[in-house]
């Protein structure tokens, strides 16, 4: 038996994350949920290792605080949201970060917003 535990930081911009333990058929997994981001934008989660110091991005007050090891892309519901979903592997001690990034297409340019982070552990 293994445990989870996930831990927010960073500052938020706009966008939050957020992530939810669940359990499946195949085995535990989690939930991460992208709240209050602009509808019908582009949602990429980035996996990998926070950084000391957040890369700044374009055309964007948000810096990107987890250096991409792997993407997962989702376009943004109606409501602001989108979801990320994953079976955790059998591999312990698991350490990863999580961070959202959003970006929309608007008739004044593109903009990013980034969320704050999302640290899990698995022990």
Do not use: K
């Amino acid at each position: 038996s293994s445990r989870r535990r996930h831990t927010r930081y960073g500052t938020v911009t706009g966008v939050q994350t957020c992530a939810l333990p669940i359990c499946t058929g195949a085995g535990p997994a989690v939930r991460l949920d992208l709240t209050n981001a602009a509808p019908g934008s582009v949602a990429v989660l980035v996996a990998g290792q926070q950084v000391p110091n957040p890369a700044p991005l374009p055309n964007s007050n948000c810096g990107l605080i987890v250096q991409p090891r792997a993407t997962f892309v989702a376009v943004v519901d109606a409501a602001g949201g989108a979801a990320f979903r994953f079976a955790l592997p059998p591999i312990v001690p698991l350490s990863l970060d999580f961070q959202a990034v959003t970006v929309a297409l608007l008739r004044n340019g593109r903009t990013a917003e980034s969320s704050n982070g999302i640290h899990l552990s698995v022990q």
